[in-house]
């Protein structure tokens, strides 16, 4: 029983994670139809910039305090999408994909070239974080109480999200531009500012993503590449450009990961792609995706 709630809980830790990086991808992808290739080292860029605001006033300001601090990676990485959407993204729209892939393929060399510069080879982290909350028993299973506050904060972001998305005129503008950009326009919406929003609120999720599992895992060189392909491998069976789909798809790499890792170590990322291939095979737009 222990066995299973453990997890159960990483499964579900596993997927608020996957979904803060994933849903940031798919929305950017669903509003303005850019695979953004640099997802993964903006998720790695939050993580970087939280540790490195944390490590600065660690010993000036309480645990509690810098628990919010956490937001500071979300922030800074939501400024530096507000910048590169209209200087490196907008001049591309109206080329073929390829441009598009190249430019972000191209940002995530620098991004990466530009934390090892800036922070060097070696890891930061802020791992008082997660000592400070402690561990809780949960039906016979002690499990970290951080843990359990990014599950919380996963679910809170689906919710925030998905209303902000489907509950608000923004919402309903920004899904007006995805379906029909043209029809948008010639109806008095400014497009330019939708994208630039749009592409903001992606990488803010993406930074806080990277932020929040920054106690755990450290922010490290590499970490973002590791993120992008799990994120992909989500949003291909979810479905690229639905939040639904996002959602689900992190729940079911989340709990397949859990076990491919506690049962088979060896074929676990194996696992993950023969279920995207398997899914592409039935529903080639993924299961909430639309052809």
Request: charged share 10%; aromatic share 10%; net charge neutral.
């Amino acid at each position: 029983m222990e066995s299973l709630v453990a997890q159960t809980l990483n499964s579900l830790f596993y997927a608020s994670i996957l979904f803060l990086i994933a849903s940031g991808l798919t929305l950017v992808y669903g509003v303005m139809r850019i695979v953004n290739l640099a997802h993964g080292n903006l998720f790695a860029l939050g993580a970087y910039v939280a540790a490195w605001v944390i490590g600065l006033v660690v010993a000036q300001l309480s645990v509690v305090v810098l628990f919010f601090l956490l937001l500071a990676g979300a922030a800074a990485v939501a400024v530096i999408g507000a910048v590169l959407e209209p200087t490196l993204l907008r001049p591309l729209y109206k080329r073929p994909e390829e441009y598009q892939l190249l430019i972000t393929f191209g940002l995530l060399l620098v991004l990466e070239d530009l934390m090892r510069l800036v922070w060097g080879p070696h890891p930061l982290t802020a791992s008082v974080l997660s000592e400070f909350l402690g561990s809780s028993v949960i039906l016979g299973a002690t499990y970290p109480n951080y843990n359990l506050l990014v599950i919380v904060v996963g679910g809170i972001a689906a919710a925030c999200l998905w209303a902000f998305v489907y509950r608000t005129k923004f919402g309903v503008i920004l899904r007006a531009t995805s379906q029909d950009m043209r029809m948008a326009a010639a109806m008095g919406v400014n497009v330019k500012r939708v994208y630039v929003q749009a592409f903001t609120i992606g990488c803010f999720m993406a930074g806080l993503g990277g932020a929040i599992i920054m106690p755990i895992t450290g922010a490290v060189l590499g970490m973002g590449v590791d993120a992008l392909i799990l994120a992909f491998v989500v949003v291909v069976i979810g479905g690229l450009g639905s939040l639904e789909g996002a959602l689900v798809g992190a729940v079911i790499v989340g709990f397949v990961r859990t076990a491919g890792i506690s049962y088979f170590p060896e074929i676990e990322l194996a696992i993950l792609y023969l279920i995207a291939a398997a899914v592409l095979l039935v529903r080639p737009a993924g299961l909430f995706g639309r052809a």
